[in-house]
């Protein structure tokens, strides 16, 4: 079970990173975030980050 949710956790870590590389620099600062802030930002659980529901 742990295993899983590890797995499942760092895919969506992933693809919180891809998606939001993918956004201009106006994009992300309008959603109040900076470019070098994506790694640390996706590490945080989409529910808790207001900033990137509807994002990612």
Partial sequence: MK???SYTKRKQYR???EEL???TD???N???INRGDIH???RMDSDM???LRGWV
């Fill in 40 to 42: 640390s930002i996706a």
């Fill in 30 to 32: 309008d959603i109040g």
């Fill in 26 to 28: 106006q994009e992300l």
């Fill in 21 to 23: 590389r993918r956004l």
């Fill in 15 to 17: 693809r919180t990173i």
């Fill in 49 to 51: 980050n207001t900033n």
């Fill in 3 to 5: 295993i899983t949710k």
